[in-house]
């Protein structure tokens, strides 16, 4: 069983940062890419951005320049750095793992932690 936990989410005003981060732990072998998704009222999910093993990204086009994913391979461990925050950030933020076990690869998700940027 693999676990995700996130942290970092909260309130910011526009203009403003924040830092996510996801822990990844439990039967892990390794993991292959890691990455974030976001979903706002209403709206589907639709991914933020992405990092592979070897530290190659991968950006939706609203945030870039803006946000920075980043890694610590040691710590099975993903970043999000928000910077110069919008309103239209504001929803809940999902990060993902690809684990390889023994086994298989699989996915697995965080629980979600909410941005809300607002003045």
């Known amino acids: 069983q693999v676990q995700l936990v996130e942290s970092g989410g909260g309130l910011v005003q526009p203009g403003g940062s924040l830092r996510l981060s996801c822990a990844a732990s439990?039967?892990?072998?390794?993991?292959?890419?890691m990455g974030w998704y976001r979903q706002a009222p209403g709206n589907q999910r639709e991914l933020v951005a992405v990092?592979?093993?070897?530290?190659?990204?991968n950006y939706a086009d609203s945030v870039k320049g803006r946000f920075t994913i980043s890694r610590d391979n040691a710590k099975n461990t993903v970043f999000l750095e928000m910077n110069s925050l919008k309103p239209e950030d504001t929803a809940v933020y999902y990060c993902y793992a690809d684990v390889k076990n023994m086994a298989d690869i699989r996915r697995y998700w965080g629980q979600g932690t909410q941005v809300t940027v607002s003045s």
């Open positions: 990092i592979t093993s070897r530290g190659t990204t």
């Open positions: 439990g039967s892990i072998f390794s993991i292959n890419t």
